[in-house]
């Protein structure tokens, strides 16, 4: 029987396979909503081939895909500071995500079960098809494992990031082929090309995470969750070196989740915050939390109106009104 874990006071496991695949870029896209208390919306994630992957054979990798990788070496990526004018900006490590939203509000305690479900689908976010055992499938495709919990997965999909304009500059090919394999291994290479940029070229980095993280999808993922993780598998991909570096995933926190809370500021008025690391980040978005996980990350957080955003970081927030009685806040954070 599985040992339950409290997360204020026990080590949590650290599911996700970092020396495999590490992910450099976070972009997250987040509503708000106080009646139901759940935060909703996508996440595009950006990564880079791990060391491992580079020493062992593909059969190795799907043998231990599920372990814990506890003995990872990988070299983390260095911080970056990006000052940014059309999304919110970025901490060295996503233990650190800190953001609270508080105003006047309704408390509701309804859809709290954030299954999978057809009725989740009336959010505009359809569920995968191919969601659930994905061990039926080639058992010696690479699986991606991130660290997850209490959270409605809903969609998983690999991200055309060759469809954004302008995107050749990060490609050696004169023009983009349309061949199944060479265009999958154009995608990786434009994420490759994009996560190294150097330093000095942070505006155009930014630029093109924003850019690609708006790119249409071009293909749903396998995937299954456990009580910890979230396995993704892309079938007839055996390693990490080809498994899509873009996706998105498409999900809804749950009330209880244990990385956000829900409660009433000093006014008594209704906020959400989350303390990111010193609890856990896995029930707020799907990630990578061994302390090697280290990357950049961008939000965008939309309320109603009579809500404030917060993040942590130095910020100047523009809000801007949008349908529906909502707020877009364009933070601006340096880390």
């Keep these: 029987m599985e040992t339950k874990l409290e ?13 495999h695949i590490l992910v450099r870029h ?8 106080f009646k139901s208390q759940v935060i909703g919306g996508t996440i595009v994630l950006f990564f880079e081939t791990g060391s491992r992957s580079r020493k062992v054979s593909s059969t190795v990798e799907g043998a ?3 372990q814990p990788d506890e003995t990872c070496q990988m070299r983390a990526s260095e911080p970056c500071h990006i000052p940014v004018t059309n999304a919110s900006d970025c901490s060295s490590k996503t233990g650190y995500n800190d953001f609270a939203v508080s105003g ?3 408390k509701d305690t309804s859809d709290k079960n954030g299954n999978h479900s057809n009725e989740e689908q009336a959010s505009g976010i359809s569920s995968s098809k191919k969601c659930c055992d994905i061990k039926n499938h080639g058992s010696d495709d690479f699986l991606l494992v991130l660290d997850c919990c209490d959270l409605s997965l809903l969609k998983v ?8 304009p302008g995107i050749e500059k990060f490609t050696r090919s ?8 060479e265009l999958r291994n154009l995608r990786n290479q434009i994420v490759h ?16 995470y924003t850019c690609c993280s708006q790119a249409p999808g071009c293909g749903e993922l396998l995937f299954a969750t456990g009580t910890w993780s979230l396995e993704i598998q892309k079938a007839g991909i055996q390693t990490p070196r080809d498994f899509p570096h873009a996706i998105r995933i498409c999900y809804k926190t749950k009330p209880e989740g244990r990385s956000v809370t829900w409660t009433t500021d000093q006014s008594s008025r209704p906020c959400v915050y989350t303390m990111g690391s010193p609890i856990n980040n896995r029930a707020l978005f799907p990630c990578q939390e061994p302390p090697v996980a280290m990357s950049t990350w961008q939000t965008t957080v939309r309320a109603a109106t009579c809500f404030v955003v917060l993040m942590s970081g130095e910020n100047s927030a523009e809000p801007t009104d949008v349908q529906e009685g909502k707020c ?6 340096l880390s």
Aim: hydrophobic share 40%; charged share 30%.
């Design 7 to 19: 997360p204020t006071k026990d080590d949590l496991p650290l599911m996700a396979n970092t020396s």
């Design 26 to 33: 976070y972009v997250l896209e987040l509503d708000v909503d």
């Design 64 to 66: 231990c895909h599920s």
């Design 104 to 106: 006047k509000g309704e």
């Design 157 to 164: 999909e690999e991200v055309d990031v060759a469809a954004v």
């Design 174 to 181: 004169a023009k983009l082929t349309t061949a199944s394999e």
């Design 193 to 208: 090309e994009l996560v190294t940029l150097p330093a000095d070229r942070w505006r155009e980095q930014l630029y093109y």
């Design 328 to 333: 877009y806040f364009q933070l601006n954070i």
